[in-house]
DNA sequence: TTAATTCTTGACCATGTGGTCAGTTTTCGC
DNA sequence: GCGAAAACTGACCACATGGTCAAGAATTAA
């Protein structure tokens, strides 16, 4: 079982023989690297900017500095260069799909959940964008995905939330809009970076900001549905 | 001052004559008026689904119902009929952007202000979509409207909570991040709404779905501010 | 050095793009 | 009914699109 289908990305299916494409840890030749990196570099900026119609493989090109018959070349189609951008995409969001249990302190989850996501939306904005990207579509690519993978994973948090809330940890919220407004309150500061820049009248957000604002959030979400912070070194 | 410019939205100097296009209730006969409702009902809808790049005027018109050459006849360009739409949404939104003072109730403002942005994403989630497009973007269209009028906006609801705060009314945060906090959680219905229907394994929101959700947030950020709730007939 | 493999590229193609325009049909005030 | 204004539309244009291909250049393995 490849990655692909691991991840529920829902890819054509391509019968070549395996070409590096569906492996994380790049194969092939140094200049095969070099030029992988730039382009799915390039490639994640202008889809999440400009979706994936409105996204056109010249420009791509240009921006990793090569002509268009050779960014053909490397990735094939347009098709399999987006589908494997939200494989690469998937893959790192799995990274902070780790386990927990009941037997986990509620504040302490919480509040990584928060932290890493706001990290992840950080380090990876362009992803988180390309990501929103693909939901406001209609998820076209993303369906299985949705209803497979992350399903599950959010019905097994669920799962332990509620049994926080059986044994007094927390107030009984429902897991699944509580886990909906994690997501969206911490995705916000990438996708909507613009608006966030435009309002706060900045160049950018500074790690100060951002601490400031994980602090915020892991207060509000903490406070609001009844868990005991644990104090930070405030 | 045409609404264009009131609303900040960067639209071309457009020197002809008026004929209809920024005015809201619609002028000209009855037969324009219904082709441009169904025009922009079909063009925010394909917009918000794939963007201003990712969309052609030929689906717009199709799903118009109308030849592409008619649509043109009517929205004169791409460009116009997209800033249209814009300004449209910005007019509903400010609907919204009802004044409110210091001396109100903590609790039943922030109350109103999650019922009514949740309804908006209920009633309009196409132009939810196409703003947060637009967003997504960078914001192309939209620099001034953001720097501008809803900078403001923020910015005088800001001082309003900062008062509560120091009135002792709710807890001194930092109201810019409380007021993002509002509107990515609920807008987060909308835009990633294939997420949230994929992940609920649901067709749509139930009314009473929305109802729980709003409950949820507002209580949720009430508590999280430390706001005493008024009691709601439960 | 040689031979195979990988890489690079411009020319090319069918199709789609936003937009124009001339000419026709329909609607509407009188 | 008549004339003007509004509405409609197919043909057309220059250009961009995703993608193919054949042929050459660079790299690597023997």
Request: charged share 25%; hydrophobic share 40%.
């Amino acid at each position: 079982m490849d990655k692909a289908r691991r991840h529920g990305v829902q890819n054509e299916q391509q019968s070549e023989p395996d070409n590096g494409h569906s492996v994380e840890q790049e194969s092939g030749g140094v200049i095969r690297q070099r030029n992988e990196r730039a382009i799915l570099a390039a490639a994640e900026r202008i889809f999440a900017q400009h979706g994936y119609r409105g996204t056109s493989l010249q420009q791509i090109a240009e921006q990793a500095g090569m002509p268009k018959s050779n960014l053909l070349y490397y990735v094939g189609s347009k098709r399999k260069l987006y589908v494997r951008l939200l494989e690469r995409t998937m893959t790192r969001w799995n990274v902070m799909l780790d386990n927990i249990s009941a037997d986990d302190d509620p504040a302490e989850v919480l509040s990584a959940f928060i932290r890493s996501k706001m990290q992840i939306s950080r380090q990876h904005p362009e992803s988180s964008r390309l990501f929103a990207s693909e939901i406001l579509g209609g998820a076209p690519f993303l369906q299985e995905y949705l209803r497979g993978e992350l399903r599950d994973w959010v019905l097994s948090r669920s799962a332990v939330f509620k049994a926080w809330a059986d044994r007094g940890l927390m107030d009984p919220v429902d897991p699944v809009w509580l886990i909906f407004l994690i997501w969206s309150s911490t995705q916000h500061y990438a996708d909507f970076e613009a608006q966030v820049l435009g309002i706060t009248d900045r160049d950018a957000l500074s790690d100060d900001d951002l601490e400031d604002i994980t602090r915020f959030l892991t207060r509000m979400v903490l406070k609001g549905c009844g868990v005991k912070a644990v104090e930070l070194s405030q």
